[in-house]
């Protein structure tokens, strides 16, 4: 269910409100838990002893996972309630900032060997800041893995919203009996490899992955003709040109 479009972008604060909530609903389900995590996952393969930056880490549960691989990692979010949910989960040591993505970033250019931008550069209108500060702490040859609401959405559920303007859509979520309004920035498969191009990125690959096949049973959407695969998210594996 949608309201009408809005013009202003998310507060950075807005996921304060329902961070628990949030983080509780997507420790098991489907999206996050058994579809988004274990694709990303696979996207990077092998990270024993990189150093990966994720930003819009949420409640760090991606964190988590690549440090079990033995990676270094980092992370930021906008909102405040989220960090501190992640430094509950990483531990008060772990390297944790509240930080904006449309703004410069407190990282040294080249500091890391991967990026993570999972389920937030939909929020935002503008990309080309955001993407090229991810390229500026990113290292000459590294990755960037990003993933937003799939483009065909729009054609499929919100037949209202121009598939070829890059424009808002207020929708009605709700985390664990929780419920919040997200408004997403819809856009065409163009304007997003035209913004990864512009930042200095060059797409490796294009990813509309099953979910994990650990997924329990009755998570999975059976009015679908093939339960393990749905139109939701896509995923790109980017690389930082020189």
Not at 199 to 218: K, L, N
């Amino acid at each position: 269910m949608t309201s009408e479009p809005q013009t202003a972008e998310q507060q950075p604060d807005h996921y304060d409100a329902f961070a628990d909530a949030y983080a509780r609903a997507n420790e098991n389900g489907l999206f996050n838990r058994w579809y988004a995590r274990p694709a990303v996952l696979d996207l990077l393969g092998d990270v024993a002893g990189r150093r990966i930056l994720d930003a819009g880490c949420g409640s760090g549960p991606l964190l988590a996972d690549l440090t079990q691989r033995g990676a270094n990692v980092a992370g930021f979010d906008a909102s405040q309630a989220m960090i501190a949910l992640a430094r509950e989960r990483l531990g008060e040591e772990s390297d944790l900032k509240i930080a904006d993505l449309t703004q410069s970033l407190p990282y040294d250019s080249e500091a890391f060997d991967d990026a993570l931008a999972v389920l937030v550069l939909h929020y935002l209108e503008d990309w080309s800041r955001p993407l090229s500060e991810l390229r500026r702490v990113l290292k000459p040859g590294g990755r960037l893995v990003v993933v937003v609401n799939h483009p065909v959405i729009p054609p499929v559920m919100y037949p209202d919203v121009n598939y070829f303007a890059t424009v808002p859509n207020a929708e009605e979520y709700e985390f664990d009996g929780v419920s919040a309004t997200l408004t997403i920035w819809y856009r065409p498969l163009s304007a997003m490899s035209e913004a990864f191009s512009a930042a200095g990125f060059r797409i490796s690959a294009i990813s509309e992955p099953p979910v994990s096949p650990d997924t329990p049973h009755d998570l999975l959407p059976q009015s679908e003709p093939d339960p393990t695969r749905f139109i939701s998210f896509i995923f790109f594996t980017l690389e930082a040109v020189v």
